[in-house]
Nanobody, 111 residues
Framework: VQLQASGGGFVRAGESLELSCAASVNISTFLFMAWYRQVPGDQREFVAGITRGGNANYIDSVRGRFTISRDNAKNTLNLQMNNLKPEDTAVYYC??????WGRGTLVTVSS
Protein backbone atom coordinates (compact mmCIF):
# COMPACT_ATOMS: atom_id res chain seq x y z
CA VAL A 1 0.00 0.00 0.00
CA GLN A 2 1.29 3.42 -0.95
CA LEU A 3 -0.15 6.77 0.05
CA GLN A 4 0.97 9.97 -1.64
CA ALA A 5 -0.01 13.32 -0.15
CA SER A 6 -0.02 16.49 -2.22
CA GLY A 7 -1.46 19.99 -2.26
CA GLY A 8 0.70 21.74 0.28
CA GLY A 9 2.05 25.19 -0.31
CA PHE A 10 2.65 28.69 0.96
CA VAL A 11 -0.41 30.85 1.67
CA ARG A 12 -1.36 33.89 3.69
CA ALA A 13 -3.54 33.76 6.77
CA GLY A 14 -7.19 33.50 5.83
CA GLU A 15 -6.56 31.71 2.57
CA SER A 16 -7.41 28.11 1.67
CA LEU A 17 -5.67 24.95 0.53
CA GLU A 18 -6.88 21.48 -0.31
CA LEU A 19 -4.71 18.49 0.44
CA SER A 20 -5.13 15.20 -1.33
CA CYS A 21 -3.82 11.74 -0.52
CA ALA A 22 -3.82 9.24 -3.35
CA ALA A 23 -3.82 5.56 -2.48
CA SER A 24 -2.45 2.73 -4.56
CA VAL A 25 -5.34 0.49 -3.50
CA ASN A 26 -9.08 0.71 -3.16
CA ILE A 27 -9.59 2.92 -0.10
CA SER A 28 -13.01 1.47 0.62
CA THR A 29 -11.12 -1.34 2.35
CA PHE A 30 -9.85 1.07 5.01
CA LEU A 31 -12.12 1.36 8.03
CA PHE A 32 -10.52 4.64 9.04
CA MET A 33 -8.34 7.26 7.37
CA ALA A 34 -6.91 10.41 8.84
CA TRP A 35 -4.72 13.47 8.47
CA TYR A 36 -1.96 14.26 10.94
CA ARG A 37 0.47 17.13 11.10
CA GLN A 38 3.86 17.72 12.60
CA VAL A 39 5.91 20.79 13.37
CA PRO A 40 9.67 20.18 13.59
CA GLY A 41 10.56 19.35 17.16
CA ASP A 42 7.01 18.48 18.12
CA GLN A 43 5.08 15.24 18.15
CA ARG A 44 2.89 14.35 15.23
CA GLU A 45 -0.70 15.23 16.06
CA PHE A 46 -4.04 14.00 14.82
CA VAL A 47 -5.96 16.63 12.84
CA ALA A 48 -9.00 14.93 11.35
CA GLY A 49 -10.26 11.45 10.67
CA ILE A 50 -13.06 9.79 8.75
CA THR A 51 -14.58 6.33 8.89
CA ARG A 52 -15.48 4.20 5.92
CA GLY A 53 -19.07 5.21 6.53
CA GLY A 54 -18.24 8.90 6.35
CA ASN A 55 -18.29 9.87 10.01
CA ALA A 56 -15.68 12.56 10.61
CA ASN A 57 -14.03 14.01 13.66
CA TYR A 58 -11.65 16.91 14.16
CA ILE A 59 -9.42 18.46 16.75
CA ASP A 60 -10.94 21.55 18.27
CA SER A 61 -8.50 23.98 16.68
CA VAL A 62 -9.57 23.08 13.12
CA ARG A 63 -13.24 22.23 13.58
CA GLY A 64 -15.34 24.51 11.41
CA ARG A 65 -12.39 25.42 9.19
CA PHE A 66 -11.21 22.05 7.88
CA THR A 67 -13.29 19.39 6.12
CA ILE A 68 -12.10 15.85 5.60
CA SER A 69 -13.59 13.68 2.89
CA ARG A 70 -12.87 10.48 1.04
CA ASP A 71 -13.53 9.79 -2.62
CA ASN A 72 -13.81 6.04 -3.02
CA ALA A 73 -14.11 6.32 -6.80
CA LYS A 74 -10.80 8.13 -7.06
CA ASN A 75 -9.17 6.39 -4.10
CA THR A 76 -8.28 9.68 -2.48
CA LEU A 77 -8.53 11.20 0.97
CA ASN A 78 -8.93 14.96 0.96
CA LEU A 79 -8.62 17.79 3.44
CA GLN A 80 -10.14 21.13 2.57
CA MET A 81 -8.53 23.78 4.76
CA ASN A 82 -10.18 27.19 4.94
CA ASN A 83 -9.32 30.30 6.90
CA LEU A 84 -5.82 29.06 7.49
CA LYS A 85 -3.84 30.40 10.41
CA PRO A 86 -0.09 30.62 11.00
CA GLU A 87 -0.43 27.95 13.68
CA ASP A 88 -1.60 25.52 10.98
CA THR A 89 1.91 25.58 9.54
CA ALA A 90 3.23 22.00 9.56
CA VAL A 91 4.00 18.98 7.47
CA TYR A 92 0.73 17.14 6.87
CA TYR A 93 0.58 13.35 6.60
CA CYS A 94 -2.21 11.02 5.60
CA UNK A 95 -2.75 7.73 7.35
CA UNK A 96 -4.85 4.65 6.74
CA UNK A 97 -5.44 2.03 9.39
CA UNK A 98 -3.94 -0.32 10.38
CA UNK A 99 -0.75 1.67 9.95
CA UNK A 100 -0.05 3.00 6.48
CA TRP A 101 1.45 6.48 6.19
CA GLY A 102 2.06 8.74 3.24
CA ARG A 103 4.97 11.08 2.81
CA GLY A 104 4.17 14.51 4.10
CA THR A 105 3.26 17.69 2.31
CA LEU A 106 4.33 21.03 3.74
CA VAL A 107 1.80 23.73 4.51
CA THR A 108 3.15 27.16 5.39
CA VAL A 109 0.82 29.96 6.47
CA SER A 110 2.18 33.45 6.83
CA SER A 111 0.62 36.07 9.06
Amino acid sequence: VQLQASGGGFVRAGESLELSCAASVNISTFLFMAWYRQVPGDQREFVAGITRGGNANYIDSVRGRFTISRDNAKNTLNLQMNNLKPEDTAVYYCRALPDYWGRGTLVTVSS
